[in-house]
């Protein structure tokens, strides 16, 4: 065997191989003789038809099989000999078999980018931490109370200024076709004229009434006209929120008074506030990482990321009780491409930066994390029966890899410089706006358009500009190489009431593409 590389990018190569024609004949025979018996060849016996004969009738599967068969064997010697290492599967994009001759054929495939690490150590970063103040404290209590509220009943029945009304509707727009609206509920205010039409109806009445649209309606399509509705009361509750005191903290879980509730609300919300600080600061870090260490990465592995992006939401889609197969996935793909180069990019420029530092987890570390999610989900199973089994999914490797991710995030915090930015609610919400803008590719000043810095974008005459690509931030949390969907080992939610004073953002992963079963690991 002789093997020739040839380089076409940095991720992509192309390995020729040849094969001499003593092996390639010996292979034909190998395959011929196995396919003599299974074939039925009018004449012959089963296994007595002539060489000749299934060399013409079965040239195609014949030749087909010699191929794989070569390919399979010299494809990844030869790659490795010529001192390259496969990540994805070979694409053949020449081929040369005759049986007695040489056999040639020509494969692409990528390998693992070469990262030239940035200067990491020394990072100035700015770390955005939302302040929780009593307002902060209040403000999620009154969420506590509002998530508790009960509806109940109403003993007479009739529906009343205030109360909860679930109820059919039939409407008919003047000059239009009528439609129905099954099991609306309405918070009845009698100030509004619809409304006011069902104040007295009892559960299981039906009224009908008319009623006409001003000529200055929102909805220019039915302002002026008459409408004709017929609606069937189907349900009446009052809503009873509960007063914030000792008892309701008693409601809420484990707290001798309100005291103590309001002391875990404020505990959680500052825990929550740290952890959204930290997300964001890796975030940043990264970002800041990523441009200074611009590299091609493997379209193979990007292509392998979308494949995960997709199976999410087809699940996602699947959930939501809509049919996966309705949806545009190539559409989707286009859409999802730039997360999922970044994605591919983070997982790399990670791994340089652990390999380079010798950052690892030790088994006893994966051990424990795993012993905590027994702990916390009341797992009795053996441990080394559950270990096994997350073995076999490929769920450790996944745990292992998680835990490295954070091992390489914090030790980048330990070298940076870092300062903090207390930001009260406004601030706060301002700043998880820009961030959602700049995700979804929105303009945010004149600056990103390319003319002078300040101002909205938006507004401006001229419109937004043309193109600008969404930049998420996701990563499958994974330091190795496999395949394995499930991820069973995460931190349990705590006992005390969950704090919402700030959506808290995902830290990103060591996102390493995944590869598939034949590619040679990193």
Not at 10 to 30: C, D, G, Q, S
Not at 223 to 228: C, H, N, V
Not at 398 to 415: V, W, Y
Request: glycine share 4%; aromatic share 6%.
């Amino acid at each position: 065997m002789v093997a020739t590389l040839h380089h076409q990018s940095p991720t992509r190569k192309a390995v020729e191989v040849t094969v001499p024609a003593a092996e390639v004949a010996a292979l034909f025979n190998t395959v011929v003789a196995k396919i003599a018996p299974q074939v039925r060849i009018p004449g012959f016996r089963p296994g007595k038809a002539p060489r000749p004969v299934l060399m013409q009738k079965y040239a195609r599967e014949i030749q087909s099989d010699v191929a794989q068969q070569l390919v399979e064997k010299h494809f990844w010697k030869a790659a490795q000999e010529a001192g390259a290492l496969p990540i994805s599967h070979p694409s053949l994009e020449k081929l040369d078999l005759k049986e007695g001759a040489d056999a040639m054929f020509r494969a692409h495939f990528d390998v693992a980018p070469q990262v030239e690490l940035p200067d990491y150590k020394n990072l100035v970063l700015t770390k955005r931490k939302r302040i929780i103040d009593t307002a902060a404290v209040e403000e999620n209590l009154e969420s506590l109370r509002q998530r508790a509220t009960k509806f109940l009943p109403v003993d007479d029945g009739a529906v009343a200024d205030g109360l909860i009304a679930t109820c059919d509707i039939r409407v008919k727009p003047q000059g239009l076709k009528a439609q129905s609206y099954k099991d609306q509920v309405l918070n009845i205010d009698a100030s509004r004229p619809f409304d006011a039409e069902l104040i007295g109806l009892k559960v299981d009445e039906k009224k009908t009434f008319n009623l006409t649209h001003p000529d200055d309606d929102n909805n220019k399509v039915l302002a002026g006209k008459t409408l004709a509705y017929e609606v069937h009361v189907k349900d009446i509750r009052q809503k009873e929120v509960p007063v914030l005191g000792d008892e309701f903290a008693k409601d809420m879980g484990p707290f001798e008074n309100f005291e103590a509730l309001k002391a875990a609300v404020q505990k959680d919300l500052e825990e929550a506030s740290e952890r959204d600080a930290i997300a964001r600061l890796h975030t940043v870090m990264l970002d800041t990482l990523l441009d200074a260490a611009p590299f091609e990465v493997p379209q193979s592995m990007v292509g392998l990321q979308l494949d995960d992006y997709c199976q999410e939401f087809a699940q996602h889609v699947a959930r939501q009780g809509m049919d996966p197969k309705k949806v545009n996935w190539e559409a989707y793909r286009q859409y999802r491409k730039n997360d999922a180069e970044r994605a591919v990019r983070s997982g790399y420029l990670l791994q340089s930066i652990g390999n380079t530092e010798a950052i690892e987890v030790p088994e006893e570390d994966i051990d424990a994390e795993i012993r905590t999610y027994m702990t916390e989900n009341q797992i009795l199973q053996p441990f080394e029966a559950f270990k096994a089994e997350l073995d076999k999914r490929g769920n450790t490797t996944e745990i292992k890899g998680r835990l490295r991710t954070d091992r390489i995030f914090n030790h980048l915090l330990t070298t940076a410089t870092i300062t903090e930015e207390l930001l009260d609610k406004a601030a706060f919400e301002a700043l998880v706006e820009l961030e959602r803008k700049r995700e979804a590719g929105i303009p945010v000043n004149r600056f990103d358009a390319g003319g002078l810095e300040g101002g909205d974008l938006e507004g401006q005459e001229g419109g937004e500009p043309a193109a600008v690509a969404p930049a998420h931030v996701h990563g499958p949390d994974c330091d190795h190489d496999h395949e394995a969907e499930e991820k069973p080992v995460k931190k349990a939610a705590k006992k005390a009431p969950k704090a919402e004073a700030a959506p808290e953002a995902e830290a990103p992963a060591e996102e390493k593409p995944k590869a598939k079963k034949a590619a040679a690991k990193k």
